[in-house]
């Protein structure tokens, strides 16, 4: 079984660099024909897809966020990051990780979420 655990300190002020940290466990994030997404979702608002890293490392943005994320892993420890820059309120969202595979292009495997609030 597949799990996926996000991680992040909940609050950040503005301006700051968001730092989030996805677990994986039942999966190697280097598995061929996998990427590894960050999706969030605003209050009230849809679920936005912001950038994913691919098993061979090479990491893709939404043109919405490639100015300012930064998708990242540490292999020896199953675990890929996101880092978003100069954040501002309008970054609150619960953030999610998620596996994606190339053969069916459907998120399968979803962490539960975590809350990252931007306020002074």
């Known amino acids: 079984q597949v799990q996926l655990q996000e991680s992040g300190p909940g609050l950040v002020k503005p301006s700051q660099t968001l730092l989030l940290t996805c677990t994986v466990s039942?999966?190697?994030?280097?598995?061929?024909?996998?990427?590894w997404s960050w999706i969030r979702q605003p209050p009230g608002k849809g679920l936005e897809w912001m950038g994913a890293?691919?098993?061979?490392?090479?990491?893709y943005y939404s043109p919405s966020f490639k100015s300012r994320t930064s998708i990242s892993r540490d292999t020896s420890k199953n675990q890929y990051t996101l880092q978003l820059s100069s954040v501002t309120p309008e970054d609150t969202a619960v953030y999610f990780c998620a596996r994606i595979a190339t053969t069916t292009a459907i998120h399968d495997y979803w962490g539960q979420g975590t809350q990252a609030t931007v306020s002074s």
């Open positions: 890293i691919r098993y061979s490392g090479d990491a």
């Open positions: 039942g999966d190697s994030i280097t598995t061929n024909g996998f990427y």
